[in-house]
């Protein structure tokens, strides 16, 4: 079991800036890959990112390419997310998912969740 907790989350105006994080606790023996996905009230959830387990590898929505930047610290056993430009339809609810099998931007791939963190973007 792997347990994943976000944080970063928060209030910021238009073109502002946050950046998530997501703990990873628990049987992080295994290289797991991980990923950001985000849900609007209303909407689906959707892929925001990916990176392997390496940290080689990383995936982007073309929403968020050249705006989020996601990178991790296998050390730390933390994956982030730095949001840059940010508009308001980035608002949604974030979520860090992590699976041992593939860095794949579907969220049926991914076993293991955290709870989210809020992202509010006022235009």
């Known amino acids: 079991q792997v347990q994943l907790v976000e944080s970063g989350g928060g209030l910021v105006q238009a073109g502002g800036s946050l950046r998530l994080s997501c703990a990873a606790s628990g049987r992080t023996n295994i290289n797991y890959n991980m990923a950001w996905f985000r849900q609007a009230p209303g909407k689906e959830r959707e892929f925001v990112a990916a990176v392997n387990w390496s940290g080689g590898s990383t995936y982007y929505a073309g929403s968020v390419k050249g705006r989020f930047t996601i990178s991790r610290d296998n050390a730390k056993n933390t994956v982030h997310l730095q949001m840059n430009s940010l508009k308001p339809e980035d608002t949604a609810d974030y979520y860090c998912?992590?699976?041992?099998?593939?860095?794949?931007?579907?969220?049926?791939?991914?076993?293991?969740w955290g709870q989210g963190t809020q992202v509010t973007v006022s235009s």
């Open positions: 998912a992590a699976d041992w099998r593939d860095a794949s931007r579907q969220a049926s791939s991914y076993e293991y």
